[in-house]
């Protein structure tokens, strides 16, 4: 049975489950702050990934096939960062960059079945949207739309009706809130996460700086430094004209 009894903040919430969904091991970290706060406040997080991020690379003695294992083994440390459990993470397997040659009626499925299987509270996402239609990396602009397409089938029975076979009932999402917005209309103080946020950041290693180039399995010291002034001083402008030190916007949806 739904439970519609939510507090209006997501802040206030507890013991409820969110899931983050993300085209990369990564992008997740739009919202890492504010899913960091929902764990402390003791709510079960977890994280999809679309792909496997196999391309992101400019190193030439790199494989796609190691460079799947390792973004997968920085995702988990990110993960842990904001203390979400390696069990709570859920790989699509898609390969990086080609989200919007799979086929569509099946990657609607696979994140409809997802979405009845973790019956979430919240969903956090890539923002397709509201009034017009976002541009972004293609990856991320297929990431968005997929993931409402899918938070609009979840709850209807007659759709994908092979799901119900598989003991998947109808679960309507309550509320979506969506990153890297153009149309922001809700924002979270993440200043007790901020460091976390931070720490999560920093696993990513092979994705930013130096090492997108020539691949080592740690940060180059100077990149850190950069990293994390960089992303205190964008928390801090998000959350200025909000009265907070650090925050994350998103756009809030109750019906994407
Ligand atoms: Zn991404």
């Given at each position: 049975m739904q439970r519609t009894?939510?507090?209006?903040?997501?802040?206030?919430?507890?013991?409820?489950?969110?899931?983050?969904f993300g085209a990369h091991p990564d992008d997740d970290l739009h919202a890492a702050g504010t899913?960091?706060?929902?764990?402390?406040?003791?709510?079960?997080?977890?994280?999809?990934?679309?792909?496997?991020?196999?391309?992101?690379?400019?190193?030439?003695?790199?494989?796609?096939?190691?460079?799947?294992k390792i973004r997968r083994a920085e995702q988990e440390a990110a993960a842990a960062?904001?203390?979400?459990?390696?069990?709570?993470?859920?790989?699509?397997?898609?390969?990086?960059?080609?989200?919007?040659?799979?086929?569509?009626?099946?990657?609607?499925?696979?994140v409809t079945s997802m979405i009845r299987r973790l019956s979430p509270h919240a969903i956090f996402s890539f923002d397709p949207g509201a009034r017009f239609e976002q541009f972004h990396k293609s990856d991320h602009r297929a990431a968005a739309f997929v993931t409402v397409d899918a938070v609009r089938a979840a709850p209807w029975h007659l759709y994908f009706?092979?799901?119900?076979?598989?003991?998947?009932?109808?679960?309507?999402?309550?509320?979506?809130?969506?990153?890297?917005?153009?149309?922001?209309n809700y924002w979270v103080d993440i200043s007790a996460t901020i460091d976390a946020k931070i720490e999560a950041f920093c696993s990513h290693v092979s994705q930013f700086g130096r090492r997108v180039d020539a691949y080592e399995p740690t940060l180059h010291p100077d990149d850190r430094?950069?990293?994390?002034?960089?992303?205190?001083?964008?928390?801090?402008?998000?959350?200025?004209?909000h009265g907070f030190a650090h925050a994350e916007a998103f756009r809030r949806a109750g019906d994407p």
């Amino acid at each position: 049975m739904q439970r519609t009894d939510l507090p209006e903040r997501l802040e206030e919430w507890t013991g409820r489950t969110i899931a983050c969904f993300g085209a990369h091991p990564d992008d997740d970290l739009h919202a890492a702050g504010t899913l960091a706060r929902l764990r402390r406040a003791g709510n079960d997080v977890h994280l999809v990934m679309y792909t496997n991020d196999d391309k992101g690379s400019r190193d030439r003695s790199m494989t796609g096939k190691r460079l799947a294992k390792i973004r997968r083994a920085e995702q988990e440390a990110a993960a842990a960062c904001i203390d979400i459990p390696k069990g709570n993470l859920h790989w699509l397997g898609h390969r990086d960059g080609e989200l919007e040659y799979v086929d569509k009626r099946q990657l609607v499925e696979q994140v409809t079945s997802m979405i009845r299987r973790l019956s979430p509270h919240a969903i956090f996402s890539f923002d397709p949207g509201a009034r017009f239609e976002q541009f972004h990396k293609s990856d991320h602009r297929a990431a968005a739309f997929v993931t409402v397409d899918a938070v609009r089938a979840a709850p209807w029975h007659l759709y994908f009706p092979e799901l119900l076979d598989e003991g998947l009932e109808p679960w309507q999402v309550p509320s979506c809130f969506f990153f890297d917005s153009h149309e922001p209309n809700y924002w979270v103080d993440i200043s007790a996460t901020i460091d976390a946020k931070i720490e999560a950041f920093c696993s990513h290693v092979s994705q930013f700086g130096r090492r997108v180039d020539a691949y080592e399995p740690t940060l180059h010291p100077d990149d850190r430094t950069g990293f994390e002034r960089a992303i205190r001083a964008y928390t801090a402008t998000v959350g200025k004209p909000h009265g907070f030190a650090h925050a994350e916007a998103f756009r809030r949806a109750g019906d994407p």
